[in-house]
């Protein structure tokens, strides 16, 4: 399979993604490049989404399950009964949000129906959800969706996660995503021209990565008791978190760079870099240039490390933003590195991506926004799906 950063770029962004306060437009669509327009017949056959309670935690009456997202443009909602419904905003209720939970039958597994739209399938464990929906700036209606990064949500003390998918007549693409948080684990498996499973923990999994962060001061701040692990850009955001944690190690690079060339390769061919006016420029295919990140850039994979769909500056700022995450840009001119036995090496390094990859079963995790570069994302895809199975896995 041709490697994710060296198609055209989409990335995991929200519309809308201040603190919660604003509107947030699922960023699932962006899980798989070419699998970004809206469903093209929303009439198409359904896939069957089944999800399991395997936490041994929480009973399923203490399950909320919601499917939100997007069709044609418009923002909507899968019900209880397995059709999909617009976002209203006579859908809120006397408490001024909505009740979208759909509740897991009392039997070992529930099965939905899905149609072609994407989305996020959200969970949350021992209470619901607080979805508002709210008129967005074109005067249609939206929902805020739940931002358990930030202590003034409605949602932070709900245990809750989720997981992305795209699903159109291209296919099936998902992942379980931690780039926000990570809190709840889970498995995805999706069948259809192969049976594929990812995202699935080793035993004690989530108990590890919550230790592995306490181990790191910096990160310690991140872990909010036993809820959940706040990814350390929002946690920047959030004053949580080092603003100049990654500067030495980026100062380094730009350094080091200066009187070495770097090499990255694309689907467009390889470019070669130095460092010039403070400014990493690459010739090759095309001229493409980088100011210095800084550390939310990196963390946010945004910024001066944003990727645009256009085949040349966008596959580059992956894999420069992929080698600062996981430390591999100094110890390697010749980018991307696919070792991840070379990954996360330094002391300086994405060890919130580094604990959770380490706690997966098979070493994949979207610890961070360009975590697909050379595959090491927990994503999934198949053009001719029959399946999808959510698992919530053993706390």
């Not at 129906?113 to 996020?120: C, D, K, Q, T, Y």
């Not at 508002?132 to 209606?141: I, L, Q, R």
């Not at 230790?211 to 036993?226: G, M, Q, S, T, Y």
Request: hydrophobic residues 40%; proline residues 6%; negative net charge.
């Amino acid at each position: 399979m041709t490697a994710r950063h060296q198609r055209r770029l989409g990335r995991r962004k929200l519309l809308f993604a201040l603190g919660g306060a604003a509107v947030a437009v699922p960023a699932a669509a962006a899980t798989a490049p070419y699998a970004l327009a809206d469903p093209e017949d929303g009439t198409a056959a359904s896939l069957p989404l089944t999800v399991v309670n395997d936490t041994g935690t929480f009973g399923n009456a203490e399950v909320h399950l919601y499917v939100v997202g997007n069709q044609d443009g418009r923002q909507v909602r899968v019900t209880p009964d397995g059709t999909l419904a617009p976002v209203a905003l006579t859908d809120n209720g006397a408490d001024g949000y909505t009740d979208y939970a759909i509740p897991l039958s009392a039997g070992a597994e529930t099965t939905l129906s899905l149609p072609h739209m994407s989305g996020r399938v959200y969970v949350a464990l021992g209470e619901k959800l607080k979805f508002k929906a709210v008129t967005d700036g074109a005067g249609n209606a939206a929902l805020q969706y739940p931002a358990g990064w930030v202590k003034s949500d409605p949602n932070y003390g709900v245990l809750h996660d989720c997981a992305e998918f795209t699903y159109n007549a291209a296919g099936m693409f998902c992942n379980t995503t931690m780039v926000d948080m990570f809190s709840v684990p889970l498995s995805i498996r999706l069948t259809g021209a192969k049976d594929q499973t990812t995202g699935t923990l080793r035993a004690g999994g989530r108990a590890a990565v919550f230790d592995a962060l306490r181990k790191v001061e910096e990160f310690a701040p991140l872990i909010v008791d036993d809820t959940r692990v706040i990814a350390p850009g929002h946690g920047l955001d959030a004053g949580l978190f080092p603003k100049d944690y990654l500067a030495p190690y980026i100062d380094e690079a730009w350094s080091t760079y200066t009187g070495r060339d770097l090499s990255v390769t694309t689907n467009a061919g390889t470019f070669t870099g130095r460092v010039r006016a403070d400014r990493l420029t690459f010739d090759g295919p095309a001229q493409v240039s980088f100011a210095r990140p800084s550390t939310r850039d990196v963390l946010f994979c945004d910024g001066n490390l944003a990727a645009p769909n256009d085949g040349t500056t966008g596959p580059v700022a992956a894999i420069l933003g992929a080698a600062l995450n996981r430390s591999t840009l100094l110890s390697s001119p010749t980018q991307p590195t696919t070792d991840p036995a070379t990954f996360y090496r330094t002391d300086l390094t994405n060890h919130y991506s580094r604990a959770l990859h380490a706690a997966t079963e098979d070493g994949k995790a979207y610890g961070f926004a360009f975590d697909d570069v050379a595959d090491f994302a927990s994503y999934v895809q198949d053009t001719a799906p029959t399946g999808i199975r959510l698992t919530l896995t053993p706390f």
